[in-house]
């Protein structure tokens, strides 16, 4: 059995969040594989090493990949706007020169956004990142936004995906009591100033919002706890938050985060098998169909929020409605089939085609 090497360059928490998040995952899932042997380059940002540290990190890290490239079939840099500029383009460089394919996975939902307001130079080298093998794009809007603009790179729709996990229920005492949980970093443009207003409006008195995620923006715990019915948790560890959520019934992420593109944490509360309450924002609605599989509200409306959230407190055939379209949403985003499956597809095919030069 041939043994494919493949050279993985992307961020691992931490710092915690979705692109270091979804790259560990892909690590985790592809080193179960028997038929490939990978190795990482992390691109973290590490604040303890200062700008001077900074500055000379860069120049080491490339000094490991010219040492490490010839040893590899196969170079796959994962990485989100700005830093797809500094590797994706010198990357691409030296991936020619050593005649190695190279896959890129442009992380997040707003590449199309950093495109329009990036000048001619930034668009020189975005159209050389654009020059590799095969480009993986994680929402089907940056697809059709870029296809005609690079027509003869080979783009393909890579979404985040999650491993699965069986449901636990909450326990039998609370029951008669919604429970709502947000995941994420904890700061206004996540919605969470939204959550609390519209707890204070709610009807019901039969509901629990408990928020998990580092507090950032001025949002501080106090805030939270004033609200009613709302309690902040702390923060979770990211092996921790499928678990944490399965216990709760309804995940409220009523976000209008300009970066959003498919948030891991709404992929978690489907393989969780718990409903979404998200905003009609970015490429959400690819993802969460409304009254299927969760309700959509405008984003920064508390009052409508409210009004989802009530939906789930006093309907138990909603809830059941969306608990199972959120199952079935599950099945399309397991990360067993995109990581260890497709992506390693995807890989193969280009070590068969070979680079081309």
């Not at 609370?174 to 700061?187: A, E, P, Q, S, T």
């Not at 092996?239 to 959003?260: M, N, R």
């Amino acid at each position: 059995m041939q043994i494919m090497k493949l050279l993985l360059i992307g961020p691992l928490p931490p710092p915690i969040g979705g692109t270091s998040v979804s790259f560990k995952q892909l690590l985790t899932d592809l080193q179960e594989e028997e038929t490939i042997t990978v190795k990482v380059l992390n691109t973290s940002p590490q604040p303890q090493l200062g700008i001077i540290g900074k500055l000379i990190n860069i120049p080491l890290f490339f000094l490991k990949l010219l040492r490490a490239l010839p040893s590899f079939d196969i170079v796959s840099l994962h990485a989100s706007n700005r830093r797809m500029i500094i590797y994706g383009s010198a990357l691409r460089i030296i991936c020619l020169i050593f005649r190695k394919p190279l896959v890129v996975r442009i992380f997040g939902g707003s590449f199309d956004r950093f495109y329009k307001d990036a000048s001619w130079c930034a668009h020189y080298f975005i159209s050389l990142v654009f020059t590799s093998d095969c480009i993986l794009l994680q929402t089907h809007k940056l697809v059709d936004f870029f296809s005609p603009i690079y027509p003869h790179s080979k783009l393909r729709w890579f979404p985040t995906s999650r491993s699965e996990i069986i449901k636990i229920e909450p326990e039998q005492t609370r029951r008669d009591i919604r429970r709502f949980v947000f995941v994420g970093h904890v700061k206004p443009t996540k919605g969470i100033r939204e959550i609390l207003k519209a707890c204070e409006t709610l009807k019901a008195n039969n509901y629990l919002v408990d928020i998990y995620g580092p507090l950032q923006k001025g949002v501080t715990e106090e805030e939270i706890n004033r609200a009613r019915n709302v309690r902040y948790q702390g923060v979770l560890e990211p092996e921790e938050v499928l678990a944490t959520i399965s216990t709760y019934d309804v995940l409220v992420f009523p976000t209008y985060y300009q970066g959003e593109g498919y948030p891991g944490v709404i992929i978690e509360a489907y393989m969780a098998g718990i409903p979404v309450i998200s905003t009609y924002w970015q490429a959400i609605p690819e993802i969460v169909k409304n009254g299927e599989s969760g309700l959509l509200v405008p984003p920064k409306d508390a009052e409508l929020l409210a009004r989802a959230m009530q939906e789930f407190i006093d309907s138990q055939e909603i809830m059941a409605h969306c608990k199972k379209g959120a199952e079935m949403q599950a099945q399309q985003f397991s990360s067993k089939r995109w990581n260890r499956d497709e992506f390693l597809r995807i890989c193969c095919e280009e070590v068969a085609n070979g680079c081309d030069f």
